[in-house]
């Protein structure tokens, strides 16, 4: 069965950092693209970065660019997501999400999120 858990939310300040973390089981993690959505109350689901398995690109919603770093250690089978220069505009439930295509067929599991709150 996989699982995907989330951790590292909580409340901090405008300005402040967080590091989240989500530990993957029951996949071959380094074959899958890692990604972190988020979603804010009343607003679409929105990708913020994501990170390919082979070679490690990487790619950013404008939004976070420049404070924002994803990576992955596929050792541990875990993802990151560094959050600096955090604002209000952050606020929302952070879900992890791991996909992989291969021919037609398409495998993607979700996390349950973590709580994300910037306010002073």
């Known amino acids: 069965q996989v699982q995907l858990v989330e951790s590292g939310g909580g409340l901090v300040q405008p300005g402040g950092s967080l590091r989240l973390s989500c530990a993957a089981s029951g996949l071959t993690f380094s074959v899958y693209t890692m990604n972190w959505y988020r979603q804010a109350p009343g607003k679409e689901r929105e990708l913020v970065a994501a990170?390919?398995?082979?070679?490690?690109?990487?790619n950013y919603a404008d939004s976070v660019k420049g404070r924002f770093t994803i990576s992955r250690d596929n050792a541990k089978n875990t993802v990151y997501l560094q959050m600096n220069s955090l604002k209000p505009e952050d606020t929302a439930v952070y879900l992890c999400n791991a996909q992989w295509k291969f021919l037609s067929k398409e495998f993607s599991y979700w996390g349950q999120g973590t709580q994300v709150t910037v306010s002073s």
């Open positions: 990170m390919s398995n082979i070679g490690g690109s990487t």
